[in-house]
């Protein structure tokens, strides 16, 4: 019973069968432009040794585990490897690429790039790098993603904490994509908040940049409440199970030596459960690409352009297209 | 001053976080890393709850384990009037109890469903929801032949007790668990009235009502 993160049952449909059908219609993506990225598995910190484990990634059951030696392995759901029994690398037939990065595994279903977009400060010396909880969510990944991205919600979602009102003001910021690694970028933003941090203790006017290297990842940096010199960063990398359904992984790199690990995640877990039941209610379920579809204002710049850079990426799995 | 040995998204704490605010007794929240540290079922912890679940209190060396016990301990200390956790009508002690055990059905059912969606603990998740269900619809009806009679909570008095505490954070979250609350109107009516009693505190998931003026209020 307390064993998580293991086979999920979602109840619209079997997942002992390798394809997942939720509400009746078949899930499996075939979006190239998703299938050849690097997806997020699990954090490796919850990954036991010698044992089978199983996830659904993008409509796929995918296995995975890790050796003694501190090998991982990720593959197709194989059903005579069933998750819970014991792993022996040589009964895998084909794996999947893998890659341990920022505290997790990492798959993909295509054909990825070598390497994953980087996050420098993951390896600076004096941060802390926490995985704050993986958390399910009914949306879609590009729905967590732009919800991320936008600060005009806090004094409303996260009042008294990110922000409050009449404090709603969101001042014009800089969007821009990056043309080295085509990742989309927002500076220059500012906002007033009551508690930016698990260590703060006054409000003040916050420096924001939001990156977006990956259509269901993203990244905050926000002004160090310890070094206005230095950013924290705030990651989150998600794992698509359905195009409807998503696994929420937070992740955190700070510069902030006193907390407990156990405060900082229930700072975090606070915020993200704010926001889930404002996800778990917005409709249609996929994000719209379409430019008409929905009604923005000037604050939305960065979803604006989130929404045309996912087009022009090709993304299909997870939004309604463009028509 | 209490400790509370808590975590922010466990239903059970919250219960006594909410009791707490509305009796306005002040407490330390001490988080336990619930999820995904597994604190609670850790070596340290047993020394504070043999059992590794939460929440736990802690009253000047008074410790105290179980959510529904907690209630009604706080309750009976620190409510001067005696209404939250009515010892004095025999009847309405018998009532309390009777729904504080319904609440451990709703926590069974309702709350692990969430516990599975959110977190991915191993529950049978179409039993939970048709037991959340089952467990709704009885108390859709009650509240409403209550509202019949002029009554507003889930035991017969005027006054609400620690039985609406204790079955309130499982019902208002259930969606989170994929249990819709569409078809229960008496129980939507009941979750905003306890949203309005004095004191109420929200937890992430749970909308506080907005803030209104009385009409008879000269502006």
């Known amino acids: 019973m307390l064993k998580y993160r293991h086979v999920r049952n979602l109840g619209f449909g079997g997942l002992e069968h390798p394809v997942m059908n939720l509400l009746g219609n078949p899930e499996v993506c075939t979006n190239g432009a998703i299938l050849d990225l690097w997806h997020p598995v699990v954090p490796t910190s919850e990954i036991e040794v010698g044992i089978v484990r199983q996830v659904v990634l993008l409509g796929q059951a995918v296995s995975y585990s890790l050796t003694a030696p501190g090998t991982y392995f990720a593959w197709r759901t194989d059903p005579a490897i069933p998750a819970g029994t014991v792993f022996m690398p040589s009964v895998v037939t084909e794996n999947l690429p893998v890659l341990h990065r920022y505290g997790y595994l990492w798959t993909s279903l295509g054909d990825p790039s070598e390497s994953l977009f980087e996050i420098p400060e ?6 802390r790098n926490i995985h704050a909880a993986t958390i399910g969510v009914y949306c879609s990944a590009p729905r967590a993603v732009e919800n991320f991205l936008d600060l005009g919600h806090f004094p409303y979602v996260h009042t008294g904490v990110l922000g409050i009102e009449p404090h709603t003001e969101v001042v014009e910021y800089d969007v821009h994509v990056d043309p080295e690694n085509n990742e989309l970028w927002a500076t220059n933003c500012r906002f007033f908040q009551p508690m930016a941090a698990a260590t703060s203790t006054t409000g003040k006017t916050v420096g924001y940049e939001f990156r977006v290297p990956h259509p269901y990842c993203c990244l905050l940096y926000k002004t160090s409440p310890l070094d206005s010199s230095r950013v924290d960063a705030i990651g989150l990398f998600v794992r698509s199970v359905a195009p409807d359904y998503i696994e929420a992984n937070m992740f955190l790199s700070l510069l902030d030596e006193s907390s407990s690990d156990s405060f900082i995640r229930q700072f975090q877990q606070l915020i993200f459960a704010q926001d889930k039941p404002i996800l778990e209610n917005q409709n249609p379920k996929l994000l719209p690409l379409d430019p008409r579809a929905e009604t923005p204002v000037r604050s939305d710049k960065l979803a604006i352009a ?18 | 001053m209490i400790k509370l040995f808590d975590y922010i998204l466990s239903v059970n704490c919250y219960k006594q976080r909410l009791i707490m605010s509305i009796l306005d007794v002040p407490f330390e929240s001490i988080p336990v890393d619930f999820y995904p540290g597994l604190e609670h079922k850790g070596e340290e912890f047993k020394k504070i709850n043999p059992l590794g679940h ?72 179409d039993s939970c929801r048709e037991g959340a269900h089952r467990l709704f619809r009885v108390l859709d009806e009650h509240l409403w032949f209550r509202e019949q009679e002029n009554r507003d909570w889930v035991c017969s008095g005027e006054h609400p007790t620690i039985a609406d505490i204790a079955i309130f954070p499982d019902v208002i979250l259930s969606e989170e668990g994929g249990i819709a609350r569409i078809d229960y109107p008496a129980i939507r009516r009941w979750t905003d009235r306890v949203k309005r009693l004095p004191g109420f505190l929200p937890m992430p998931g749970i909308f506080p009502t907005a803030d209104a003026r009385p009409l008879s209020h000269e502006v």
Do not use: C
């Not at chain 2, 009976?76 to 309390?96: A, F, I, M, Q, R």
């Not at chain 2, 969606?117 to 998740?125: A, K, M, P, Q, R």
């Open chain 1, 122 to 127: 993951y390896d600076e010396p004096d941060r």
């Open chain 2, 54 to 125: 939460i929440p736990v209190i802690d009253d000047d060396g008074f410790m105290l384990r179980d959510a529904h016990a907690i209630l009604v301990y706080l309750a009976s200390k620190y409510d001067p009037t005696g209404l939250w956790y009515p010892v004095n009508s025999p009847e309405l002690v018998g009532e309390t109890t009777q729904w504080m055990l319904f609440a451990e059905g709703t926590t069974n059912t309702a709350s692990a469903a969430r516990l599975h969606v959110n977190l991915g603990y191993e529950f049978d998740i």
């Open chain 1, 306 to 323: 989130y929404r045309r850079w996912l087009s022009d990426l090709g993304v299909t799995y997870g939004v309604l297209p463009k028509t």
